[in-house]
């Protein structure tokens, strides 16, 4: 079985009030897969981050990835390889490489058609939207994405002043 890999364009932003924003995004949701509880363990790695996520919908996940830490959309190389004994992995890689820091968040997760709506409550940090739009890493779809992202963000009454540019792990470093 081939693990799930690709790009996406992503982007996030604050949220001062997560009902209200969720009643908008299931207006305009094409499906619902559900309510995720996430570990994301991030270890120390000399280039683009490397994290163990431990997902009650999906079970472990060894996800590399590729991401510059700007505000607005960006684009995100990666990889997703299932982990059979997360636990174990999680021990493995934090004695060889050292563990860099840990997220836990509640996501719910909808889809507006290929893009992932995803309402997060963030331990330590609060409420988030992040949007991703998988794409085949050509120029096209990239193009094609980040159109579909920016006009998602209008219809959820995103403003530009709520973007982050950077990942949990990143935000939990500056608290």
Do not use: W
């Not at 997560?18 to 908008?24: D, N, Q, V, Y």
């Not at 997060?120 to 094609?144: P, T």
């Not at 994405?145 to 500056?174: A, D, H, M, P, W």
Request: include cysteine; proline fraction near 3%; hydrophobic fraction near 40%.
């Amino acid at each position: 079985m081939t693990a799930p890999s690709g790009c996406n364009i992503e982007i996030k932003a604050r949220v001062a009030d997560l009902a209200a924003l969720r009643a908008r995004a299931v207006c305009l949701a094409t499906g619902r897969v559900g309510l995720d509880r996430q570990v994301d363990t991030y270890f120390r790695v000399p280039g683009g981050r490397l994290k163990l996520r431990e997902s009650s919908l999906s079970g472990g996940q060894l996800v590399p990835y590729l991401r510059p830490d700007e505000q607005g959309a960006r684009r995100s190389d990666y990889l997703v390889v299932p982990v059979a004994d997360a636990a174990r992995l999680k021990s493995l890689l934090g004695g060889i490489l050292g563990v860099h820091r840990v997220v836990r968040k509640t996501r719910e997760i909808l889809l507006v058609d290929n893009v992932r709506v995803h309402l997060d409550e963030v331990e330590g940090l609060g409420s988030f939207l992040e949007l991703e739009a998988v794409f085949d890493g050509s120029a096209a779809g990239e193009l094609r994405e980040r159109e579909k992202v920016f006009k998602l963000i209008r219809e959820l009454g995103i403003e530009e002043n709520q973007l982050v540019g950077t990942s949990y792990e990143g935000l939990l470093s500056e608290t």
